[in-house]
């Protein structure tokens, strides 16, 4: 196995989601904004070799499988004005943008709800074969209702345990991908016809609280096994699922904030037996790049403009689990009580200034997301800022697109390629790879456990 040294430098993730409205609800109706041409493949691929072209290390997709619907108990608001719907599987993007790159990576969103572990294992290790190893999963345990509901749930489980099954879901796809296959299980000895030695194939036999998984994997070893993984909770439990899986973990909130929480799931994962170094933190935030301050300022109070406030209620009512058109604005946060998004609510709680925690604050604080404009100097100064903070890249989300991106490594890269903070070109090998100086998981991670467990004959 390949291992790669690799320099510590900031990391660079694009956000974004096959649908019409993401994060920044009702910038769709701009005209410099590919938002509305979701469905056809040709922005997603010009896309994507714009992000390769500015040494982005991926793209990463989000997504959810139900509806917004909690805002004003129903869904009309989010329908009307495309709050994260239409939306379209993220997945199937993902061949397409890979023909026409050779180096960018691709994370997707998928809730361990939405497809049996095995199928979902099958899937991945195909993705993981076409790209060459340049995928990533981001774990997530599902919030919205609607969710439950068109998976025939019922009723979202709690929150805890959500992630109670999320670690059993783990489990099982660690032993598919990285205990099922030697690495010499395929021999492809066309004088005897032998593809695959049987023997260095075993079954899983995983029997659990929640599913049951005979085994084996379908497919071969990929250039990961595992792909690259992805987490975002920042409840408590969330964290503690973060400490023992993710390689990945984005966080939010305020640059004061950024250093207790990478220390407390840095300490965390340390429990497990995984060092502080294996987990990279990434910071959203909204670049707006100007050729000044003023500039960029001007941008910022334009998309405000036409930013939908009731669009970005209904996003911010569904993310947290109470209707925000049926409550006091001014009421206080501590007497919120969600079952959704508890990080979120935890991040506001910490970071508000006193005598403004409110709901009122809330909504402002989150509708629109963490601008960040300026000069190109300016913003390469705060996104250092951030790293000596704890943070190690950044999920920058966009205003429009591909222009918030295309600003970005015009403007801002450049400058921190010259202090030799980002990369100007890509390591060689899986995403993994390029990012830990791996393609596969450590044996210290519950992964890399599961393939040193396995053992095969070895006739």
Known sequence: MTTTTIPRRMLFNAFSMNCVGHLQQGLWVRDDTRQREYASLEPWMELARILEAGCFDALFLADVVGLYDTYLAGPQTAIREAVQVPVNDPMLLIPAMATVTENLGFAFTSSILQAHPFIFARSVSTLDHITNGRVAWNVVTSYLPNAATNLGLGELPEHDERYDKGDEYLEVVYKLWEASWADNAVVADRER???????????????????????????????????????????????EFAAKHAECAFIGGSLAGAGRITRDIRERAARYGRRPDDIRFFQGLSPVVGGSEAEAQAKVADYREQISIDAGLAHLSGSIGV?????????PLEELDAQGMRGLVKGMLESAPPGTRTFRDLAKANIAGQFMAGAPEQIADRLEAWTEAGVDGFNLVYSTTPGTFSDFIDGVMPVLQARKLAQREYVPGPLRQKIFGTPRLPERHPGGRARAAASYETS
């Open 193 to 239: 016809g032998v593809y695959t030695e049987p023997n260095r194939v075993r079954p899983i036999n995983h029997h659990g609280r929640y599913y049951d998984v005979a085994g084996p994997h379908l497919c071969e070893p990929s250039p990961q096994r595992t792909p690259l993984l992805f987490q975002a909770g920042s409840s408590q439990r969330g964290r």
């Open 323 to 331: 209707d925000l058109g049926a409550i006091d604005p001014d009421k």
